[in-house]
């Protein structure tokens, strides 16, 4: 029998041990395409927002709803769907038919797959569908970061300390938030406003508001006359304020506008963080709601 130097055999035991760690090593790691990094996607801009906030360095986040794309015409290529089904954590809005094509392509994830709004009552407006917007109340949000947090510290232990500081970091400004909206909000000349995309309601529902929506909570459908003239006799009326809301879309812009000229009020924009601003952030883009309805609700701090 052939006998195999010593110094030899542990150079072959050093490569079959290298190689056992490696393989250990790399089966541990989150998708070698995000360089070791926990790869998150998220159906929405908020909810890329908090896996960002919360993630830090150790993530790679993609938002499958692009800058000035109205969440409800969310359409995914292969590539995405093929991003779905590898992704280590996807973070989604439930079977509540905002985005149809990402309800039906986390079926197929491999990952943890969140679903934000487990456990919330969803609104369902009489006659319309169930409203999607529980991101434009700072509470649910707060609920959304602590489930997306728990995903990322299930499957990244290593890091779940600095996720836990994070989380602890982002749930105090979106306490933070919560508290200027009930002071901000707590004395209004008017509790009721027109909005021309009833996106709004988990927001009203919080701080004790009523909108009243022109187009109804998708925003594709069509405003009809009979809501435009209720809308417009309510702020005549002085039954709700003399301001019209809008979406921060052209479509938006257009309708309020239009309706705001008719009534003889300003047309305020609201922004509804479907998808990601062009400046600023969530907490920004709330901070600045918060600014505008105070103006249009005729508030006093």
């Known amino acids: 029998m052939r006998r195999v130097p010593f110094g030899r055999r542990v150079r072959h035991l050093d490569r079959a041990v290298l190689g056992v760690v490696l393989v250990a090593t790399l089966g541990s790691c989150s998708s070698g395409s995000s360089g070791g990094r926990v790869e998150v996607v998220a159906s929405i801009y908020p909810l890329a927002w908090a896996a960002e906030r919360v993630g830090g360095s150790r993530v790679s986040v993609e938002d499958l709803t692009p800058p000035g794309v109205e969440a409800h015409d969310t359409t995914l290529s292969a590539g995405q769907r093929a991003d779905i089904?590898?992704?280590?954590?996807?973070?989604?809005?439930?079977?509540?038919?905002?985005?149809?094509?990402?309800?039906?392509?986390?079926?197929?994830?491999?990952?943890?797959?969140?679903?934000?709004?487990?456990?919330?009552?969803?609104?369902?407006?009489?006659?319309?569908?169930?409203?999607?917007h529980i991101w434009l109340n700072p509470v649910y949000m707060e609920g959304a970061v602590r489930l997306i947090a728990g995903a990322l510290k299930a499957v990244d232990a290593s890091g779940a300390a600095g996720f836990a500081a994070r989380e602890a970091s982002t749930v105090r400004d979106l306490q933070g938030l919560d508290t200027a909206f009930r002071a901000g909000?707590?004395?209004?000349?008017?509790?009721?406003?027109?909005?021309?995309?009833?996106?709004?309601?988990?927001?009203?529902?919080?701080y004790g508001l009523h909108q009243l929506g022109i187009e109804g909570i998708t925003p594709e459908s069509e405003p009809s006359a009979a809501r435009i003239q209720q809308a417009a006799q309510a702020i005549a009326g002085g039954r709700a304020a003399p301001a019209v809301f809008y979406e921060g879309t052209d479509a938006g812009r257009r309708i309020g506008e239009s309706v705001a000229a008719d009534v003889g009020v300003p047309a305020l924009p609201l922004g509804t963080l479907e998808s990601a601003p062009s400046s600023g952030d969530y907490l920004s883009v709330m901070r600045a709601n918060l600014g505008i309805l105070m103006e249009g609700l005729e508030c006093t701090a």
């Open 185 to 206: 909000l707590g004395k209004c000349g008017f509790t009721t406003f027109v909005a021309t995309h009833e996106a709004f309601g988990y927001l009203a529902d919080r």
């Open 85 to 132: 089904q590898t992704a280590d954590v996807v973070a989604y809005l439930g079977q509540i038919g905002l985005q149809p094509d990402v309800e039906h392509a986390v079926k197929d994830a491999r990952g943890k797959v969140v679903d934000v709004t487990a456990g919330l009552h969803i609104r369902a407006p009489s006659g319309q569908t169930l409203d999607p």
